[in-house]
């Protein structure tokens, strides 16, 4: 992809708003120096994301800041990978607090059966000391 036709259509449409580098950084929430990158022909390759937020900033449709068809189709192409590739992290992510969903419910199961048994020990010796109370009342 062409970054360099995008980074200029967006340093002309910039300037001709009157918006600064810095201004242009505050609106995205990202530092000037890293926005200064943006623009500059060798810096930062832009995310499909990125492009439509400062696409929005500069009041003008992403087609317009990307005129090639083939620049259009490969930032497609990467944003559709990086988006496969973060459900495939999703995934991972879910099986495994799937795992550990089971490995608390076995333990709640665990600690239900603990409190079930200190429950009948609690009755068992509580009727032991009623039995030895009542036979203490009989020996007096």
């Known amino acids: 992809m062409n970054d360099n036709s995008i980074k200029?259509?967006?340093?002309?449409?910039?300037?001709?708003?009157?918006?600064?580098?810095?201004?242009?950084?505050?609106?995205?929430?990202?530092?000037?120096?890293?926005?200064?990158?943006?623009?500059?022909?060798?810096g930062t390759r832009l995310l499909y994301g990125r492009m439509e937020e400062i696409a929005n900033l500069l009041h003008v449709p992403l087609s317009e800041l990307i005129e090639d068809e083939e620049?259009?189709?490969?930032?497609?192409?990467?944003?559709?990978?990086?988006?496969?590739?973060?459900?495939?992290?999703?995934?991972?992510?879910?099986a495994r607090l799937r795992d550990e969903a089971e490995k608390l419910h076995r333990e709640v199961d665990?600690?239900?059966?603990?409190?079930?048994?200190?429950?009948?020990?609690?009755?068992?010796?509580?009727?032991?000391l009623a039995r030895a109370e009542a036979a203490a009342e009989k020996e007096n």
Request: aromatic fraction near 6%; proline fraction near 0%.
């Open 71 to 94: 620049d259009k189709s490969s930032l497609l192409k990467d944003e559709r990978n990086a988006f496969e590739s973060m459900l495939a992290d999703l995934r991972l992510e879910i």
């Open 8 to 42: 200029r259509a967006i340093r002309d449409r910039r300037k001709e708003l009157g918006h600064t580098q810095a201004w242009m950084a505050e609106q995205l929430g990202i530092e000037e120096r890293t926005y200064k990158l943006v623009e500059s022909y060798g």
């Open 110 to 128: 665990r600690l239900n059966g603990c409190i079930d048994d200190k429950d009948f020990v609690i009755r068992h010796l509580r009727a032991q």
